[in-house]
């Protein structure tokens, strides 16, 4: 069965870094494009970016753009995203999802908490 | 940006009852590209429907989806108590993908 699993996720101060990953299973990854999306406290979920199955299409938000990073490895079947100048606002679940046009599945999530 | 507003917040309704979920953009949304997502609590968005009225793999057919270029609409034709959750509409017609804010559907 197709198995997404979200890593990387903690508590980070205000301007801090930090680098998500999500393994991946149960299908050719390399054929799908792949995308982060994020989830504030309360709040409907953000998309945040994508990325091509070779990489040579990506997309941010504008919230992120400049700061965040997204990556793949094929031959690891998984998908990064190198976060940087993270502010409260940034706090939220970042979940990885495959693209089909629509997103599915989606992975559990990893808690990103920025805070002092 | 395409901004889908989702009506009502919340929706207060007893199993077995019907329940009729809407989803508008600001702007037409390319192909009709919307999806309906389930979030029970503690848990990752579920897909429901994609381009507008598909129902994803092993969803019940009590969830059906309409929609044109601008409003879409989830129904549940009858309530299940595992079907009392938030529901998401998204469009992925146009980047950047937005969410509308969802509609709780909780048991009266």
């Known amino acids: 069965q197709v198995q997404l699993v979200e890593s990387g996720g903690g508590l980070v101060k205000p301007g801090g870094s930090l680098r998500l990953s999500c393994e991946t299973s149960?299908?050719?990854?390399?054929?799908?494009?792949m995308s982060w999306i994020r989830q504030a406290p309360g709040k409907g979920p953000e998309w945040v970016s994508y990325?091509?199955?070779?990489?040579?299409?990506?997309s941010y938000a504008d919230s992120v753009k400049g700061r965040f990073t997204i990556s793949r490895d094929n031959a690891k079947s998984s998908v990064f995203l190198q976060m940087s100048s993270l502010t409260a606002e940034d706090t939220a679940v970042y979940y990885c999802?495959?693209?089909?046009?629509?997103?599915?599945?989606w992975g559990q999530g990893t808690l990103v908490t920025v805070s002092s | 940006e395409i901004v889908l507003t989702q009506s009502p917040g919340t929706l207060s309704l007893s199993p077995g009852e019907r329940a009729t979920l809407s989803c508008r953009a600001n702007?037409?949304?390319?192909?009709?590209?919307f999806a309906w997502y389930q979030q029970k609590a503690g848990q990752s968005p579920q897909l429901l429907i994609h381009?507008?009225?598909r129902r994803a793999t092993g969803i019940p057919d009590r969830f059906s989806g309409s929609g044109s270029w601008r409003d879409c609409t989830l129904t549940i034709s009858r309530l299940e108590p595992e079907d009392f959750a938030v529901y998401y509409c998204q469009q992925y017609g146009t980047s950047p993908w937005t969410f509308g804010q969802g509609t709780k559907v909780e048991m009266k």
């Open positions: 990325i091509s199955s070779t990489s040579s299409t990506i």
């Open positions: 149960g299908f050719t990854f390399s054929d799908f494009y």
């Open positions: 702007q037409s949304v390319t192909n009709g590209d």
């Open positions: 999802a495959r693209v089909r046009g629509f997103l599915d599945p």
């Open positions: 381009g507008a009225s």
